[in-house]
């Protein structure tokens, strides 16, 4: 079994439509990283969740981290096709900072 | 800034030779991590330095993996022997510090006829 899954594995929305991806750690998380890659393309920094509870957001797209669920999602407002791309999320497991394991991805497609 | 670094940027060898992929980390950061990116096992952390110092190799594959951090502006991942198994895309990311946002290089697609 994966020790981080994400849900759903690939994603297909229409332009100006919100969307959930969630990432569920079967550990305790000590921190939750979100990027985004282009196919072919290195991965961008999205944002980095460390407290129970934080919430974060960067123009219209907003994560949150539940500890106690062991579980983060990312949520976008109004999709564009520039959101097109494969989402990961990356999580410190052991405290060790820097540690990351990565789940599968999801893949999200934006209609226009 | 330039950003992370990655030479080179596509490698097709054949089975049995030696592959050199190299890093230029973000200057200022002190850790740099290798990864390899695979359909099948997704992004895999392989081993990561701290200050120019190996912390965690534990995520290297087999004695055939091995890296190197020289200086704080350099490192190398070698395969040698390289097995059509190793056909990945190598990543290489830094940080400024061990907890923080890792910046990705753009990725070695290598190859292994």
């Known amino acids: 079994s994966q020790e981080l899954e994400q849900s759903p594995q690939s994603l297909i929305v229409q332009e100006g439509k919100n969307l959930t991806i969630n990432c569920t750690s079967s550990k305790t998380l000590y921190g939750l990283y979100w990027y985004k890659q282009k196919y072919g393309e290195g991965l961008i920094f999205l944002m980095m969740l460390q407290k129970g509870g934080e919430e974060k957001s960067h123009e219209k797209i907003t994560a949150k981290l539940d500890e106690k669920k062991q579980q983060s999602s990312l949520h976008i407002t109004a999709s564009q096709p520039s959101h097109a791309g494969i989402y990961l999320c990356g999580a410190d497991n052991n405290n060790q900072g820097g540690k990351l394991i990565f789940g599968q991805g999801t893949e999200l497609s934006v209609k226009p | 800034d330039a950003g992370v670094i990655q030479s080179p940027r596509h490698e097709v060898t054949e089975m049995g030779q030696e592959v050199t992929l190299r890093c230029k980390p973000i200057s200022g950061h002190n850790s740099l991590f290798w990864y390899r990116q695979t359909m099948m096992r997704g992004l895999e952390l392989l081993i990561y330095?701290?200050?120019?110092?190996?912390?965690?190799d534990s995520g290297m594959p087999e004695d055939r993996f091995s890296a190197k951090m020289p200086n704080a502006s350099f490192s190398t991942l070698k395969i040698q022997p390289s097995e059509p198994r190793d056909s990945a895309v190598y990543f290489c990311?830094?940080?400024?510090?061990?907890?923080?946002?890792?910046?990705f290089g753009p990725g070695t697609r290598l190859t292994v006829l």
């Open positions: 330095f701290n200050n120019n110092v190996p912390i965690d």
């Open positions: 990311a830094s940080s400024f510090l061990l907890g923080g946002e890792q910046f």
